[in-house]
């Protein structure tokens, strides 16, 4: 209970001679920092709120348009053109002797000064937003850049140069556009065409049509209003209704794993390593809240929107009925921590400064020495997070509504984020896809019920915003620290000793048991998918059963502010056309190599439309929200959204924050993460571009579905990309 009396700062007692008070200078000491560091943090919030509201200005920049109005004044020179003159005149006179007019005459020049200050800060947003509402840059093939363009790159490098903070560009930042409807209809059909026969296609297109022409005009201009009025059309309505308001468990249907470098080896000490991946993180999030990460630059040039980056911590999602919250804190000072079915609170912090890895590992090592075991049904507890959502929130609500549970929940809820430390070693051999698979369904959902990561984590994010803290976290790790293969700590050692150690919750685990033993057994119908890490070298077509099918691709918005994600149908008819040809077998090397190229500019060409607002399925998706609200039914856009995705794949690239030099560091290639099938019976292929020569494809399927296999599909991914690499090799010369 060493815990109890320190978080105590006074205790008194009523005795006959008095009241007698116990001061605890320790207590004291640690709320006075606390409260340091807290005032700090307010002032630093300040500060940037500042910085950040008058980018591309400075006070810098005011002091010079302040120094120049001075100057020129006495050299006799008016460069206000009367307007500092008149601004004099309109002061109100001053009844002491610091009012002069000498004094009055500097004031009238300051505020003179300032109002073109912030006029040209208006200017400068202002241009820079109509320069980044420009995305012909995207349409233009590589070595062919117009003069238009190169212009257009000049101007924006020289808008947004100095030292931009992390959402220094966010109202700068274009409105996602609104589609025209004949456009987004257009494109729908020729998407679907490869997958349906005529009659099929006639029916769908006789429903398009019939849509298009009687009820999506009212819904257009309902969904033009909310384009003006709201920051962006699609997100608040993508995140609520396709996130927060689904019921199915979010383990495998909505969570994603991220693997660690496979080419190098850490060190072997669990806690020495968790203790600085944990530091490193928390010493991330700190540079968030200071603003201090640089914004992500397409092209090192064009500004991506910020906005998901302020929930990376600090961030759960609370189970409820219908929908979920977000609840979101600005500040956590603990981890939580699961280990053989017990949970713990590890504290971050030493009064007001970090503690350092050693400290943190010698936090860990205590929980991996604890013998203690689990209380009754304390082991399989997080499983109730793995269930259905209203499952879930009906458990939490009898069980964590009061007393200790609440308490242990809350501290759990309201934590930085959760560590999982596992009790088996995952090997990440590249030649051993059945040790890869394992290694990648650990990631995945675990044994069902050893982690709350799921839960933690809002599970709302787009994995590129993840990949960015990825990033930063394994790159330090490993390459700016120099501590891979040895103890990572060790180079870091403190000679202080914490004075908190890492604390049990003490819960009513019986009432739980048999709540938490259903939602296992829910958690792991659920946990069918099996990750296939694996292939390392991209597929163009996407084929199912021997038949095409229709295919999600992620594409990201985010050059748009608050935007997040796009469909690209990838499944086109020049796909298609290159794949019957390739089976087929009969087709000259010439022609074969011009169909690959046809589709490959037709995948390219609805990637770039995508990520300029003009994709398919998100506005199909918001004119539906909005025929909701209206309360009237289309069985064209019911038909859209019933549509099974049999195949959801996504990309993501290493090097987008581009923190160390690949070709200095070759063998520090992450194989990215995966994702499980969107469809019982189809697959979740997620594939990392690791360089020009690596690729890593993720490949998962259920086991429910007797149609999909997840290595059987990897195995043809492979041999497709070799009959490419045939396809495209360039025959050697006789000697």
Known sequence: MAEAHQAVAFQFTVTPDGVDFRLS??????????????????????????????????????????????????????????LVCYIQRRLPEGCGPYQTPQTQALLSMAIFSTGVWALGIFFFRQTLKLLLSYHGWMFEMH?????????????????????????????????????????????????????????????KEALAKDFQNKMAPRLQKYLILKSWWATNYVSDWWEEYIYLRGRTPIMVNSNYYVMDFVLIRNTEVQAARLGNVVHTMITYRRRLD???????????IVPMCSYQMERMFNTTRIPGKE???????AESRHVAVYHKGRFFKVWLYEGSSLLKPRDLELQFQRILDDPSPPQPGEEKLAALTAGGRAEWAQARQTFFSSGRNKAALDAIERAAFFVALDEECHCHDLNDDACLSLYGKALLHGNCYNSLSWALTPSTWDTRTLGTAWAHRTLRCHILSGCSGTSLSSARRSSSVPTRWPRRWQMTWNCTASSSCSSARVSSRSAGPVPTPSCRSPCSWRTSGGKFCLTYEASMTR???????????????????????????????????????????????????????????????????????????????????????????????QFQIRMFDPN????????????????????????????????????????????????????????????????????????
């Open 25 to 82: 200078r320790e207590a004291l000491k640690h709320i006075y920092l606390s409260g340091i560091n807290s005032w700090k943090k307010r002032l630093i919030r300040i500060k940037n709120g500042i910085l950040r509201g008058v980018y591309p200005g400075s006070p810098t920049s005011w002091l010079v348009v302040v120094m120049a109005t001075v100057g020129s004044s006495y050299c006799n020179v008016d460069i206000s053109m009367g």
């Open 143 to 203: 070595g062919q850049t117009s003069y238009f363009t190169k212009v257009w790159a000049i101007c924006v490098r020289l808008l947004s140069s100095g030292r931009p903070m992390l959402y220094s560009f966010q109202t700068s930042l274009p409105k996602l556009p609104v589609p025209k409807v004949s456009d987004t209809i257009q494109r729908y059909l020729e998407s679907v065409r490869p997958l349906l026969d005529d009659k099929e296609y006639h029916h």
């Open 290 to 300: 200071r603003e201090q990460i640089k914004p992500v630059m397409a092209l090192g």
């Open 323 to 329: 929908t979920d919250v977000l609840q979101h804190l």
């Open 559 to 653: 050059m748009f502010r608050e935007g997040r994600t796009e469909t690209v149908r990838s499944c086109t008819r020049e796909s298609a056309a290159f794949v019957k040809a390739m089976v087929e077998g009969t087709h000259k090397k010439a022609d074969l190599q011009s169909l690959f190229r046809k589709a490959s500019e037709k995948h390219q060409n609805l990637y770039r439309l995508a990520m300029t607002g003009a994709g398919i399925d998100r506005h199909l998706f918001c004119l539906y929200v909005v025929s909701k609200y209206l309360g009237v039914s289309s069985p064209f856009l019911a038909e859209v959204l019933s549509e099974p995705w049999r195949l959801s794949t996504s990309q993501t690239t």
């Open 664 to 735: 200095k560091y070759p063998n520090h290639l992450a194989p990215g993460g995966g994702f499980g099938p969107v469809a019982d019976d189809g697959y979740g292929v997620s594939y990392m571009i690791a360089g020009e020569n690596t690729i890593f494809f993720h490949i998962s399927s259920k086991f429910s579905s007797s149609e999909t296999n997840a290595q059987r599909f990897g195995n043809h991914i492979r041999q497709a990309l070799l009959d490419i690499a045939d396809l495209f090799q360039v025959p050697k010369a006789d000697s």
